[in-house]
């Protein structure tokens, strides 16, 4: 267990709609990173958080949207879901910014 | 960006054998972390090893970090090693790379 948790861990929903993970990083992390893992796109970094503050921007469509709150856990928000979103999602925290612990992941599946 | 490259793609072992799988990047790291993605999809941190050699129990890993390379070494592998692993690194900024994996299989 890595201590950082991920809710929900499954998730069915259909075209078009608008879903909400959340994170909740270790004890004492600072910053939250959102990474998708796809079967055509690998393990791809999304977005980054640091103490409430977005510190780092990857390929994250312009449908997705992401936020840290003052304590610390983080949401990622897509909206007007494709059947190529499906994917799974993970949320990972770290102290130091260097060494990633990883949550056990959001498995979103859009039919 | 950075690229991370990883060999062999797919690696099949009898239980009991070893393995070295290896992991290639094109710039300098400040971040090189080993995992094991098991078959429920968990990503398990296994080593944070920016350079130097370090030991976990059947598991070793080595950076040499000059040469742009890392090595995960397995030994004595047990069934339940089987899965992916990922070698991920970060070059300045803080967001990991991530290679393609090894899926390794082991066999009774």
């Known amino acids: 267990d890595s201590g950082v948790t991920q809710t929900p861990k499954h998730l069915i929903t259909a075209t078009g709609q608008r879903v909400t993970l959340r994170c909740s990083p270790r004890?004492?992390?600072?910053?939250v990173y959102w990474y998708q893992q796809s079967l055509d796109q690998g393990l791809q970094f999304l977005i980054q958080?640091?103490?409430?503050?977005?510190?780092a921007k990857g390929n994250i469509l312009e449908r997705f949207s992401a936020q840290q709150f003052p304590d610390l856990h983080s949401e990622l928000n897509l909206s007007s879901l494709e059947l190529g979103d499906s994917a799974l999602y993970f949320c990972?925290?770290?102290?130091?910014?260097?060494?990633?612990?990883f949550g056990p992941g959001t498995r979103l599946t859009v039919t | 960006g950075i690229q991370v490259e990883q060999s062999p793609p797919d690696l099949i072992l009898q239980e009991g054998a070893n393995s070295t799988l290896r992991c290639n990047f094109s710039d300098s790291v400040n971040n090189l972390q080993w995992f094991h993605q098991n078959p429920w999809g968990q990503l398990i941190n296994l080593f944070y090893i920016p350079s130097g050699t370090k030991q976990n129990g059947r598991l070793s890993a080595t950076t040499v970090a000059t040469e742009r390379y890392s090595l995960l070494y397995i030994s004595s592998s047990q069934t339940t090693d089987s899965g992916v692993y990922f070698c991920a690194v970060a070059a300045g900024s803080y967001q990991l790379t991530f290679g393609k994996g090894t899926k390794l299989s082991v066999i009774p």
């Open positions: 004890s004492g992390d600072l910053s």
């Open positions: 958080y640091y103490n409430g503050e977005e510190r």
């Open positions: 990972a925290s770290s102290f130091n910014s260097y060494e990633q612990y």
